[in-house]
Antibody, heavy 120, light 110 residues
């Protein structure tokens, strides 16, 4: 079964750091672009970052540039999101998702999400 | 990176058709055929319904279809069923390796 499982969410104070993980199984992880997408409480979806198959290219939404770092370990079938200098507006459910092969920007498998709450 | 514009809500009776619009600019929706649509039920992860404007992944009912005209993309759900009640989000490539989502549309089956 193709599966993505996020972990690492929690409550953190403003200015703090958190590292999210996403464990992949059931597919060739190293063959896919991977994404992080977030959803603030009661709000819509927002693309956060994505990373190429070999990790050589990474892209971020402007609001997280310089604070968040996406990375991957293909040997461990894992995706990560290092989040520093967290702000209240980063509070959201964070989803990891894989890009459908041979498609443009279509995320066909999503994890269940992990909740990040930034509050004092 | 402005969000795409979707109507907050849409509704239809079982068996009817409903169309949800997604309006952007010629820098995103109008500039690329890279529009996707996602369905999200409460408390669940999004599900890919349509990609590259008109393509439907296997397993998605053919009641779901996508189209685009100019800067506006559309998702049409034909033969509405109770299980179609959900939030729907469009997304488009916006150039410079950016992806932008719409604000979402809550579809109610009356």
């Amino acid at each position: 079964e193709v599966q993505l499982v996020e972990s690492g969410g929690g409550l953190v104070q403003p200015g703090g750091s958190l590292r999210l993980s996403c464990a992949a199984s059931g597919f060739s992880f190293s063959s896919h672009w991977m994404y992080w997408v977030r959803q603030a409480p009661g709000k819509g979806l927002e693309w956060v970052a994505n990373i190429k198959q070999d990790g050589s290219e990474t892209y971020y939404v402007d609001s997280v540039k310089g604070r968040f770092t996406i990375s991957r370990d293909n040997a461990k079938n894992s995706l990560y999101l290092q989040m520093n200098s967290l702000r209240a507006e980063d509070t959201a459910v964070y989803y990891c998702a894989k890009l459908r092969l041979w498609s443009y920007y279509a995320m066909d498998v999503w994890g269940q999400g992990t909740t990040v709450t930034v509050s004092s | 990176q402005s969000a795409l514009t979707q109507p907050p809500s849409a509704s239809g009776s079982p068996g009817q058709s409903v169309t949800i619009s997604c309006t952007g600019t010629n820098s995103d929706v109008g500039g690329y055929n890279y529009v996707s649509w996602y369905q999200q039920h409460p408390g669940k992860a999004p599900k890919l319904m349509i990609y590259e404007v008109t393509k439907r992944p296997s397993g998605v009912p053919d009641r779901f279809s996508g189209s685009k005209s100019g800067n506006t993309a559309s998702l049409t759900v034909s033969g509405l069923q109770a299980e179609d009640e959900a939030d729907y989000y469009c997304t488009s490539y916006a150039g410079s390796n950016n992806l932008v989502f719409g604000g979402g549309t809550k579809l109610t089956v009356l």
